[in-house]
């Protein structure tokens, strides 16, 4: 059990009294891998999630790539920042990324494989997060894609 001498407050002690040690081993989850990150489990924490991005056949085809959310978020937890890495071989004209959350809370990414947001913050953290990829008219397939991961923060 995590020490809760630590805690100031008698709610979190009460809640750390009950709690066990979180696990930071990576995780197979559906389609990608989930790890805890540090972080007191009442205020703060994060997670990393990854996925095997799609290999693209087709030009105007949507393909979506589900990050799976840990099991170790709070439910109540809201996003602060989220940071977001992808890949995929060569870069293609036309390749359209986006980083969605929900079923409408969509951040275009095409134009860079790596950042950091607050796009998304005030969000559940608990939510699935996914990939949508696209290959416009004017693009080369196939388009191998690599790896997709972020790092969400509450």
Not at 34 to 57: D, E, T
Request: aromatic content about 8%.
């Amino acid at each position: 059990a995590l020490d809760a001498s630590l805690c100031k407050s008698d709610a979190i002690r009460a809640e750390l009294a009950n709690a066990t040690t979180l696990d930071t081993q990576p995780r197979r989850r559906a389609k990608g891998y989930v790890s805890r990150g540090q972080g007191h489990p009442a205020l703060a924490g994060n997670y990393q999630s990854s996925v095997a991005l799609p290999v693209i056949h087709s030009k105007g085809y949507m393909h979506t790539a589900e990050l799976p959310v840990s099991r170790h978020t709070p439910p109540a937890a809201t996003i602060k920042n989220v940071s977001w890495n992808w890949n995929v071989t060569g870069w293609p004209q036309g390749l359209e990324v986006h980083l969605c959350q929900g079923a409408s809370l969509c951040l275009n990414v095409s134009r860079q494989r790596t950042g950091s947001t607050a796009f998304f913050g005030n969000q559940l953290a608990s939510r699935k997060f996914y990939y949508t990829m696209k290959i416009g008219n004017a693009g080369r397939v196939p388009v191998a894609g690599q790896q997709g991961r972020i790092t969400v923060d509450w």
